[in-house]
């Protein structure tokens, strides 16, 4: 089924010279669940790694109450301003600022990115993701949540038990791959037969006072609904 109202917001204007980076298959996947979800609307939003603001876009449109949208050189940071002035105007609550990864201040409610894997430039390429586990608690603010997309070759039960080892409530939004999957049952219990999905991953930060016994994502009866493929997401978290 095609939703009509993420394909208009999917509608844009951009443009990509030298080194930007174009949108990946995992960034139009990213893309594709920003448009289906309210995940900004009004909060303070950290980008990292706005690119040609193809998520900047989406975001703007989802009309937070301020966004700040980083790149690591200030070339790439004029592409990522002149696409957003060009499909959303000048007067919008966003600031540019050039910083490395999450070397850059302030709290947020919620932290998107698509973080680097394949050309992360890395030994370890899981670095960007492992850095968003352990490093995101100083930007954001409790409560918050942070978003962000990975490739199952990048372990995604990795991911999942580092993310609650590290205070987060974590939950699958949508898959995109050709994977059999289960509804109802946890990432984790899937049998791990493709190495190319996608997974829009969600994580809320848990409060420590609320947990007093520490938990293990695959035994603590949370569950994961999943929607594969291009229509609305439906996902949700039981404790």
Sequence with gaps: MTDTHADADLDMDLSAA???????????????????????RGKDVLELGAGVANHTILLLRQE?????????LPELLDSTRANVERNCGTDQPIEYRVADWLSTEGEFDLVVTN???????????????????????????????????????????KTLARLDENGFDARVVEIRGTR??????????????????????????RDPNVYDQPSNFC?????????????????????
């Design 18 to 40: 030298g080194d930007d980076w174009r949108p990946t298959p995992h960034g139009r996947f990213l893309a594709r669940v920003l448009s289906q979800h309210d995940f900004a």
């Design 115 to 157: 973080p680097p894997f394949c050309k992360s430039g890395k030994q370890n390429r899981r670095y960007f993701i492992d850095s968003l586990i352990l490093d995101t608690h100083k930007r954001r603010r409790p409560g918050g949540e942070l978003v962000f997309i990975q490739s199952s070759m990048a372990d995604v039960q």
């Design 180 to 205: 059999s999957v289960t509804p109802g049952l946890e990432y984790a219990a899937q049998p791990p037969t493709l190495k190319k999905d996608e997974l829009l991953l969600v994580a809320e930060w």
């Design 64 to 72: 937070p109450r301020s966004l700040v949208a980083t790149e690591i």
């Design 219 to 239: 035994n603590v009866g949370r569950r994961v609904e999943v929607t594969i493929g291009r229509g609305q997401a439906k996902a949700a978290g039981t404790q």
